[in-house]
């Protein structure tokens, strides 16, 4: 059967096709569908991790009892994955274990673009890299194999447009894949220095092995064509040059680490001019210049931003289309949905003037205009340790006007962790906790506050009130976010508190309730054009030469805007 | 094209759905992982006897699809200089412009049309608001579309049926029929 499918789908429905029995996730954009699709299976046991590092240790748990298992990662996601990644690189598994990890040239939702085929050699692990949906279905399927033969972990790598993007894939069958016998194996699977010695010995010849083996891979491949140009490439910049130059010579690498070095020496001796075309760093271009080979690659590529087709008929064949983009257009960033529950304690924040270190999720955005709500944005759970960090700085003065802010899902994540320190090093940091029930930013995935898990089986939702005063915290307090002289009271006073404290602003995310809300009104007489409303950056809201107007096809009906009039200009429905 | 919330994705899975039915070889490309609304969206649907990359580039494009006007202005250089254009003519502002910071345009449909003189512009939204649900408003561009090519409506009511979600298969083809059966300037 054929069917267009996602590469995130496509890459689940290897993992059914490969017989894998568990998968494992935390949600990032552009990773977080895999998980989803891969739930969708009644054979296989998904779940959502509370972070990347407890994914990965599930899935050498299960690769290690005999059941192979697929973990998958946005590429910020391995770094908080590396430890374990670091070091099942050298007890290699029972039966097969693969990571997927996307990578996001161009940032379109992440907070840096990192290139991720480092980490496979930096961990010595191998690594495939699928150029469309069919390829991401048989890679996994070859991965799962690769891993079993060689006793390895295996990496996969995404960019978006290969995990974003649908394409026509041939479907199979489940392979019948028993559990492997689980033996108690100390020299191979406990880690300390005399057996890790001996296994590090055992990655290098495991690495040199699947190097060899890699010049006979079938995923690795020549296609000859014209020779006045050869290219090197894998992922999607192959199929960009693939549309840019569908003339010329490809040497298309399925593998990305090791490289198969004889299979490039002799592609480099057939053709007359060798291009490396790759997104981000010269990984492929830096090993293949090492053996000698003269080749083009980043002297006229970006290492920033995707590349595209056009990129790379000018920069090769020097044909340029003339386009020219309609200048002075006003940007359209994302912004806070209507009716978000993050506005009402931005716009309460904002009014006492007070500082905050940010963290990841829909309320990064609150640190665009108008709300410019947060100061900063590192990465998950880096607000509290922040915020610790510049009481310990600046002292209790500054912190005094200063609030950690970080999402419920973040916050299991890796914001616990910081909490803890502030309570052990006596900090008197204040943390906002934004719990809007869900994982808003990558497209409502349940977490352990939510009471579900991603089969939709309902269990009992963590306690954060009960968590936080475990820890030490005497003082927490529940708001409504939407209750805006409530917030500026307890804000003023946990800030002022010469001890740890928790405010949890507590509204579910505006998308999460599917009922439809009636829009507010504005009355013209009333209002005096005082702007006050549009502090609020909702953009429902318009500011029209004749006066506020409400968009009635967008707003929500919260009635935030409602609470801030002074006038009494904007009324609900019925009142 | 469109602002987040529109239905851009939906759109073009019904039309990766209509060309693998009429046996192309399809690629799109998704913008996925911002939940919140009002980001400008983009979705490429490429189809042919075999398809490389997934992406449209720019003075590349057949047809621009836009949902909102002046993310058609935003995109019109992704067109070929033959490309057609059909265009939901809703201006939707985005918070630059609420703010104060930018204006929205007032001269879009000429600066359009300087780009690609063939523009179509449709009151997409208004027909779905008759129809009681303006989320529908992204299928009568679609039936519009659908008209422009010249084709027959039965190949895409299929691949309608079986991208949406059951429950609004109803409107949503009566939908694609205002879109397909209107007067067209
Ligand atoms: S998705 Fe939910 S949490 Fe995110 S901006 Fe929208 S309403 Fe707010
Ligand atoms: S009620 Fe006011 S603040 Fe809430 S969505 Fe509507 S316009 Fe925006």
Redesign the pocket.
């Known amino acids: 059967m054929k069917k267009l499918m996602l590469g995130n789908e496509a890459i689940a429905r290897g993992a059914y096709e490969a017989g894998v029995r568990v998968a494992t996730a935390y949600p990032g954009t552009p990773s977080t569908e895999i998980t989803e699709f891969a739930a969708q299976y009644d054979e296989i046991y998904a779940e959502w991790s509370p972070n990347e590092k407890v994914a990965l240790e599930v899935a050498i748990g299960a690769s290690f009892a005999g059941a192979r298992a697929m973990v998958a990662m946005k590429h910020v996601g391995l770094n908080v994955a590396a430890d374990p990644l670091f070091t099942v690189s050298y007890t290699g598994v029972n039966a097969g274990l693969v990571i997927v990890v996307a990578d996001d040239p161009g940032m379109h939702s992440s907070q840096n673009e990192q290139d991720s085929r480092y980490y496979a050699r930096a961990a010595q692990v191998p690594m495939l890299e699928p150029s469309d949906s069919q390829e991401a279905l048989d890679f996994v399927k070859l991965a799962f194999d690769l891993s079993e033969e060689y006793d390895t972990p295996v990496l996969i790598r995404l960019t978006t447009r290969v995990a974003h993007s649908q394409s026509i894939v041939a479907l199979g069958q489940r392979a019948d894949v028993p559990l492997k016998e689980y033996r108690k194996l100390p020299e191979k699977n406990v880690m300390m220095p005399a057996m890790a010695r001996k296994r590090h010995g055992e990655v290098e010849r495991r690495m040199k092995a699947l190097a060899q083996a890699a010049n006979d891979l079938w995923i690795n491949r020549i296609e000859m064509g014209d020779t006045s140009i050869g290219i090197i490439a894998s992922g999607i910049a192959y199929q960009y040059a693939k549309e840019a130059l569908p003339n010329a010579s490809f040497l298309k690498l399925g593998m990305v680490n090791p490289l198969p070095r004889k299979l490039v020496e002799s592609f480099a001796r057939k053709v007359e001019k060798l291009y490396v075309i790759e997104e981000l760093e010269p990984v492929l271009e830096e090993q293949i210049k090492s053996w000698g080979i003269a080749a083009i690659g980043k002297e006229i590529f970006p290492v920033q931003g995707e590349l595209s087709a056009n990129m790379i008929a000018e920069r090769i064949a020097g044909k340029a289309l003339d386009v020219r983009p309609a200048q002075d257009l006003p940007p359209r960033p994302p912004v ?2 209507p ?4 506005r009402g304690i931005y716009y309460v924040m904002q009014k006492l003037r007070l500082h905050a270190t940010g963290d990841i999720g ?1 309320y990064t ?1 609150g640190a665009l205009p108008p709300l410019k709500a947060i100061d900063t944005c590192v990465c998950m759970g880096a607000s509290v340790g922040m915020a610790h960090g510049m009481e310990k700085a600046r002292g209790r003065d500054f912190s005094s006007k200063l609030v950690a802010v970080i999402g419920d899902s973040t916050f299991i994540h890796s914001g616990i962790t910081g909490l803890i320190d502030v309570v052990y090093n006596q900090g008197a940091s204040t943390v906002v906790i934004l719990d ?1 029930s869900t994982t ?2 990558t497209g409502h995935q349940d977490h352990p506050g939510t009471g579900r898990t991603i089969k939709g089986d309902l269990v009992p939702p963590l306690n954060l009130i009960n968590l936080i005063k475990a820890i030490g915290i005497r003082h927490v307090r529940v708001v409504d976010p939407f209750e805006l002289e409530e917030v500026e009271k307890v804000l003023k006073e946990e800030t002022q508190r010469e001890e740890p404290s928790v405010v949890i602003a507590q509204r579910p ?3 999460l309730s599917k009922e439809s809300k009636i829009p507010v009104s504005i009355s013209e007489d009333a209002c005096r054009l005082c702007g006050v409303c549009l502090r609020l950056g909702c953009p429902a809201i318009e500011k029209k030469p004749g006066g506020m107007y409400i968009n009635q096809t967008l707003c929500n009906g919260c009635g935030l805007c409602v609470k801030v009039c002074k006038f009494g200009a904007l009324r609900r429905a019925g009142e | 094209m469109g602002v987040g919330g529109q239905g851009t994705l939906l759109a073009s899975r019904v039309l990766g759905r209509l060309f693998v039915d009429l046996g192309y070889d399809v690629k799109i490309s998704e913008v996925h992982g911002m ?3 009002g980001g400008s969206v983009v979705t490429h649907v490429r189809y042919g006897t075999k398809v490389f990359s997934p992406l449209v580039e720019p003075g590349t494009a057949d047809i621009l699809l836009a949902f909102e006007k002046m993310e058609a202005l935003r995109w019109i250089h992704f067109l070929k200089p033959q490309g057609r254009a059909i265009i939901n003519s809703q201006e939707i502002e985005p918070m630059s412009v609420i703010m104060g910071e930018y204006e929205y345009p007032k001269d879009l449909e000429d600066r359009i049309r300087r780009a690609c003189a063939g523009a179509v512009f449709f009151d997409a939204l208004a027909v779905a608001e008759e129809l009681g649900n303006a989320k529908v408003a992204n299928m009568v561009l679609i039936g519009v579309l659908a008209r422009l090519l010249n084709t027959a409506p039965e190949a895409w009511e299929k691949a309608i049926n079986a991208v949406v979600p059951p429950k609004t298969v109803e409107i949503n083809l009566e939908a694609f029929h205002r879109g397909y059966n209107s007067e067209l300037s």
Not at chain 1, 339 to 342: A, I, K, L, R, T
């Open positions: 806070m949905c009716g978000c529950p993050h829909c955005l809007n808003g930013m995310c505006a998308l | 939940a919140q609304r």
